[in-house]
């Protein structure tokens, strides 16, 4: 069964970073792709950035470009989401997800899904 486990969230300032873990369980990890979601209430989820299989390939939305970075650590089984100069507007639940390939940026290209992690950007 594949699992995957997001930690990492909580409360930091404007101006702050912070860094989100992914531990993926189950066979598929070394193969997959893997992403990191955004959904905030009332709004659909959202793409934040992704990771190719190799860690080789990264895409980013625009929001988040220069300021986010994603990396993956296939003898961990774990995927990174760091965020810096985060500001309020990045006040999301934060979901990752593994999928077998194809567009990076497409939510259909993931199959499994954790179950989110609270980010909340205050003052």
């Known amino acids: 069964q594949v699992q995957l486990v997001e930690s990492g969230g909580g409360l930091v300032q404007p101006g702050g970073s912070m860094r989100l873990s992914c531990a993926v369980s189950g066979r598929i990890f070394r193969n997959y792709i893997m992403g990191w979601f955004r959904q905030v209430p009332g709004k659909e989820r959202a793409f934040v950035g992704g990771?190719?299989?190799?860690?080789?390939?990264?895409y980013y939305a625009d929001p988040y470009k220069g300021r986010f970075s994603i990396s993956r650590d296939n003898a961990k089984n774990t995927i990174y989401l760091q965020m810096n100069s985060l500001s309020p507007e990045d006040t999301a639940v934060y979901y990752c997800?593994?999928?077998?390939?194809?567009?990076?940026?497409?939510?259909?290209?993931?199959?499994?899904w954790g179950q989110g992690t609270q980010v909340t950007v205050s003052s």
């Open positions: 997800a593994a999928g077998p390939g194809g567009r990076l940026d497409w939510s259909k290209s993931y199959t499994y």
């Open positions: 990771i190719s299989w190799t860690g080789s390939s990264t």
